[in-house]
């Protein structure tokens, strides 16, 4: 997966101007890519979450725009990371400007900087060796995702459809053969919605 050719299959704004729904599913075998100092790292998208700008409790938006959320008011294409008990969740803005719906990023398939992945992922258990954590376990959720890929709160914001620091393109690699359909994970409220998106059978689903 040379950068070069994933960077001219950056996904435009387009593809994130329309409902969540949609666009959580199109997501699916997508490639999240995150290039820092110490390289490039990324994998295929596995595992998706929609939070609906109207009728939906669970979406941080419900409630009207904070200093928190704000972002997720922006342009589509618009990078929303928030906290979650001292861990950083990794989203993307869907829809026109102001209607606040994103995709919840939960897990990809490890393919670029391993090695990278492996250290930072290590470096939140002490003694543990860089080694004995498997590919399977690197984003196998969004918390370990973002550490695996060092996305934080100085991303909340980013523009995804610049191609630097952090975005997504397409890949002419493999589709799912099949996206199964579940109730989201972790939330009190809207839980029951039918909103995550899998890829049925991949092995770096969370949970």
């Keep these: 997966m040379p950068p070069g050719c994933m960077r001219s ?3 435009p704004r387009e593809f994130y101007d329309r409902d969540p729904v949609r666009v959580a599913r199109a997501l699916l075998g997508c490639l999240l890519l995150r290039r820092a100092r110490a390289g490039l790292a990324g994998g295929r998208i596995v595992e998706t979450e929609a939070y609906l700008a109207d009728g939906d409790p669970a979406c941080h938006a419900s409630r ?4 928190k959320n704000a972002s997720m008011f922006g342009r589509p294409g ?5 906290a979650i008990h001292s861990r950083w969740c990794f989203n993307v803005v869907t829809e026109p400007e102001g209607r606040a719906s994103a995709v919840l990023v939960r ?15 290590a470096a939140r258990q002490a003694g543990r060796d860089d080694a004995a954590l498997p590919a399977r376990d690197l ?12 996305i934080d709160r100085r991303l909340d914001g980013w523009d995804l459809t610049r191609g630097t620091r952090l975005w997504i393109s397409a ?11 579940s109730a ?10 039918p909103l995550r998106f899998y890829w049925a059978g991949s092995p770096f689903v969370s949970r």
Excluded at 139 to 150: I, N, V
């Design 9 to 11: 299959a950056l996904l």
């Design 64 to 67: 009207g725009r904070t200093r």
């Design 78 to 82: 618009t990078a929303y990371v928030y």
């Design 107 to 121: 897990a990809i398939e490890p393919l670029a900087g391993l090695p990278l992945m492996q250290a930072r992922r």
């Design 139 to 150: 984003a196998r959720g969004p918390a370990r995702l973002c550490e695996a890929l060092a």
């Design 171 to 181: 890949d002419d690699g493999p589709r799912p053969a099949a996206i199964a359909t």
């Design 184 to 193: 989201r994970i972790g939330v009190t409220s809207g839980g029951e919605l």
